[in-house]
């Protein structure tokens, strides 16, 4: 796969100007087809650095890290709900959908850091009857309790385990991941099979089960 891609050809949410540098480092697979490469977040979007030569020797000196995770490569793929640490600069942020469709990047303290919620999209049963449930940004994690596609899990980072189920009922709090109330944040009314009702700050909204990420 190559490299870099046209900036005309980023997706449209990416909170980055079409003008400016002709192409753009391309982010590795595996986070999504909204997923920006780390360094786009870290020079162009957040400022640490000014050019690419800086960014990567911020990265070589260890300082970022992403879902607790140290990550030294500049494409690395950041998206939906993705924690970005850099504990040196006090930094923490999280990435989530403005109201315009775009990633943004929320600034968080460093407790709100600690855990992610992460919506489940599928579940594996494995050799000795042991549950794989497949997490939103390709985490696999081992839970006995009963879970369901489309609810979320609260994810302890620094041990990789589940703390709770965030189940898709009434009253769980939920941002809208798709569709065109995508970067909408609201509670769940009603849940009548795959059609939920969401009351945000404006109005009630019906939304399909999949394009809703539990996050409380």
């Known amino acids: 796969m190559k490299k870099h891609m046209k900036r005309i050809s980023m997706p449209r949410e990416w909170p980055l ?3 400016g540098t002709k192409y753009l ?5 595996g986070k999504g087809k909204y997923a920006m490469p780390l360094l ?5 979007v957040l400022k640490i650095g000014k050019t690419k030569k800086e960014i990567r020797e911020i990265l070589k000196d260890k300082s970022v890290f992403v879902d607790n995770k140290i990550i030294q490569d500049l494409s690395y793929p950041i998206g939906f709900f993705d924690i970005i640490t850099m504990p040196k600069a006090n930094l923490y942020y999280r990435i989530e959908f403005a109201p315009n469709g775009k990633l943004t990047f929320v600034k968080i303290n460093k407790n709100e850091s600690e855990n992610k919620p992460c ?3 599928n579940k594996t049963l494995l050799k000795g009857n042991k549950m794989q449930v497949n997490l939103y940004d390709g985490k696999n994690v081992l ?5 369901a596609i489309n609810d979320s899990v609260l994810i302890d980072l620094k041990n990789n385990k589940v703390i709770k189920i965030l189940p898709l009922k009434e009253n769980a709090k939920v941002h809208v991941i798709k569709g065109k109330h995508k970067g909408e944040k609201g509670e769940i009314k009603n849940v009548e099979g795959n059609l939920v009702t969401v009351k945000t700050d404006k109005e009630e909204i019906k939304i399909a089960r999949e394009n809703l990420f539990i996050v409380g």
Do not use: H, N
């Open 25 to 29: 480092i391309r982010p590795l697979t």
């Open 40 to 44: 786009a977040i870290l020079r162009d």
């Open 17 to 19: 100007p079409k003008k």
């Open 119 to 121: 919506k489940i999209v």
């Open 143 to 147: 839970y006995k309790e009963k879970t």
